[in-house]
């Protein structure tokens, strides 16, 4: 399965390998389609779980109201977290010598930042911009996989020097 995804995957690379590495590409295509499934699933959840309501809750430590953006927002993540990780520890950062539950648990450090990060600019553009929420979603999606790449590649996955 592996061999075959990066056939597909290395089918595309050679227009840019002027400009990336294999490896580096490889990387782009599994984060590219990580935010598809962040950005689809934020859309169903929002869209068609939510309905695009808001939720009255009596939860101690939550809010009482709890916004359907926000709430699709922890739905995406769960999606895109269990297929962003798959995707990264068995098929772009293989080589890495840290311990599987290491590697997850940093992973899952990295999407926990990333998801406060995600929150507060969602509400900022939502709430405080007006915008509409899947195209802010989307265009958060891009600006944290900017960032993630250099967390994943130099904390999450990297290769210990002996």
Request: with cysteine; net charge positive; aromatic share 20%.
């Amino acid at each position: 399965m592996r061999k075959a995804l990066l056939r597909i995957i290395d089918f595309f690379y050679p227009p840019f390998s002027r400009w990336l590495s294999l490896h580096t590409f490889r990387y782009m295509a599994a984060g590219g389609s990580t935010a598809v499934c962040g950005i689809i699933s934020y859309y169903i959840a929002y869209n068609w779980i939510l309905h695009q309501e808001n939720f009255e809750v009596d939860f101690l430590f939550l809010p009482k109201l709890i916004t359907g953006h926000s709430l699709a927002l922890v739905i995406s993540t769960f999606a895109s977290f269990l297929w962003g990780f798959v995707l990264n520890k068995y098929l772009i950062f293989t080589k890495s010598t840290l311990k599987g539950r290491v590697q997850m648990f940093r992973y899952a450090a990295v999407m926990t930042v990333n998801l406060g990060l995600n929150f507060a600019m969602l509400k900022y553009m939502v709430e405080g911009l007006g915008f509409y929420p899947s195209v802010s979603q989307a265009f958060i999606t891009i600006v944290l996989s900017l960032c993630s790449y250099f967390l994943q590649k130099h904390f999450t996955f990297r290769i210990k020097k002996h």
